[in-house]
């Protein structure tokens, strides 16, 4: 049951983060600038600052938002069902006594 808790929680929360910030990133950039959202970076009618700052805003803003949700996602899980249910990558590494 763990492992299905993590495939569903830990895969689906970053996605659903994404869309998220993406959709909230857009609402911030529209509202700030009163312009659309650059979503064709190539586009010729939008300038070369405006697409680095597009981009470097919805990289970072898409980042933290996937971020924070995979931690609390794999806090969840490991909480819930146990370090076992993490894939190898997430689990707390085993302290060793040294005697």
């Known amino acids: 049951m763990g ?4 495939q569903v929680i830990g ?3 970053p996605i659903v983060a994404t869309f998220a910030a993406r959709k909230a990133l857009t609402f ?8 659309p959202a650059p979503n064709n970076p190539v586009d010729d009618e ?3 600052s405006e697409a680095l700052a597009w981009t470097i805003v919805s990289g970072v803003g898409v ?3 996937r971020l924070v949700v995979q931690r609390i996602a794999t806090s969840a899980v490991r909480n819930s069902f146990g370090d076992e249910a993490l894939p190898k990558k997430f689990r707390k590494p085993i302290e060793e006594d040294v005697d």
């Open 3 to 6: 492992k299905l808790a993590w």
């Open 28 to 35: 911030a950039w529209e509202k700030s600038t009163k312009r």
């Open 11 to 13: 895969v689906g929360a």
């Open 46 to 48: 939008i300038s070369m």
């Open 63 to 65: 980042a933290v938002a």
